[in-house]
Structure formats: structure tokens, C-alpha cells
């Protein structure tokens, strides 16, 4: 999984007041756990941007001082309305033990049901996947080549060696459904195909 480096400075005082002045001054309060003890730091609100406003995922590098933390964001709090970063919790990775994230999915392929007519529909656009550290993938294919119209796409299809998916086995990742020119066209041709020929003599 591609990573991103964040560089920030450890913070001393964590108190109401301290808080509020980083973030007067464009900084974030952040903390990571998963380690020995929780480590309380902050970095400049800018250089989230390419964690938080995007669809992919992504593991970070917390550059704190001549120390280096490999780490995920699992939480983040906004405030309700400007949308600013309040504040972001991050946990460690340990490369020994399995972690479970969020990644996009992925279409690949094309489906001869969309090809017929029908509509594809993507139900779930992440799912939450286990694994170890270097085996987090950037996103999870879903192959759509042998969805044909009213079929659906089982999270169950979508099995790696890698990494395990934390999701019901009936969980539905895409479907192609029946557009309302094809049902129309299908039930003008079911009419047609039950009507007597014209013409026709008994």
C-alpha cells in the first residue's frame, strides 16, 4: 500500500488552552496508540490533504523529530460546521501483526450484462480488509466480466492469499440491474411473442 509522510513536532502540553492555540495557528492535535504509550503530537492542517480528501487508502509515516512512526489514521474528528480538522488519532503498525483498514474497490473487466443493456450498480465502494502491514492493498479488484444482467457480485468472489475481507458472506459488492428500456423492450417482446400472427389462417 503506498504510504505518506507526515512531518510533525511532539507536543509537551496537552491541555484545553494549548489545543485551541494550534489550532489558531493552522495546526492539528493529533495522537497515535499502538505503541508503548500514546504519543501526542501536531502537524500543520495542510499536510492532510492527501490523506483525508481522498477516495484511496493509505498507510502514514509520522516524522516526529528524528523519529519515525509507520502508522494508520483511525479516527478523525471535523468540526460540525466549517469541516476543519479538529483533531486525528493515528495507530502504530507493528510489520508482525495483522491490521484491518478500509480500501477502495476497484472495477475491472466488462460485464456482458451492462453490454446487453443493463446498469451497473456498485454497492459497496470499501471494504474493510485484514492483513499485515506489507500486505495492505491499495485497492480490491472486483471483476465484473461474467456479470450478466441481474447478477450479482459476491464479497466471496473477491478472495486473496493475502489479505482476508471482514465482511458476511452474502455481502453484495456490485450488480448489474435491468434498465427500464430493456424491461420494456423485453415486455414488448413477451407481448409480441404471444400475440396470434396477422394474417394467419386457423
Do not use: W
Amino acid at each position: 500500500m503506498k504510504s505518506i509522510t507526515i512531518n510533525g513536532s511532539e507536543r509537551e502540553n496537552v491541555g484545553k488552552s494549548s489545543t485551541k492555540s494550534l489550532r489558531d495557528a493552522g495546526m492539528v492535535p493529533c495522537v497515535v496508540y499502538g505503541g508503548d504509550k500514546p504519543v501526542h503530537f501536531s502537524a500543520e492542517e495542510k499536510s492532510f490533504k492527501n490523506l483525508v480528501y481522498t477516495p484511496n487508502a493509505h498507510t502514514v509515516v509520522l516524522e516526529l523529530g528524528g523519529k519515525s512512526i509507520n502508522a494508520i489514521l483511525q479516527d478523525i474528528q471535523f468540526h460540525p460546521t466549517s469541516d476543519k480538522i479538529l483533531h486525528i488519532d493515528f495507530f502504530q503498525l507493528n510489520e508482525k501483526k495483522e491490521i484491518t483498514m478500509e480500501v477502495p474497490v476497484k472495477i475491472t473487466g466488462t460485464s456482458p450484462g451492462v453490454l446487453g443493456g443493463g446498469v451497473l450498480r456498485l454497492n459497496t465502494r470499501k471494504l474493510k480488509v485484514k492483513a499485515l502491514p506489507a500486505d495492505l492493498p491499495d485497492f480490491v479488484n472486483a471483476d465484473i466480466s461474467e456479470l450478466q444482467m441481474g447478477n450479482k457480485l459476491y464479497v466471496t468472489k473477491l478472495v486473496s492469499d493475502k489479505y482476508k475481507l471482514m465482511h458476511p458472506d452474502n455481502t453484495v459488492v456490485a450488480q448489474v440491474r435491468i434498465s427500464r428500456a430493456a424491461m420494456k423492450a423485453a415486455q414488448e417482446a413477451a407481448k409480441a411473442a404471444k400475440a396470434p400472427a396477422k394474417g394467419k389462417k386457423k
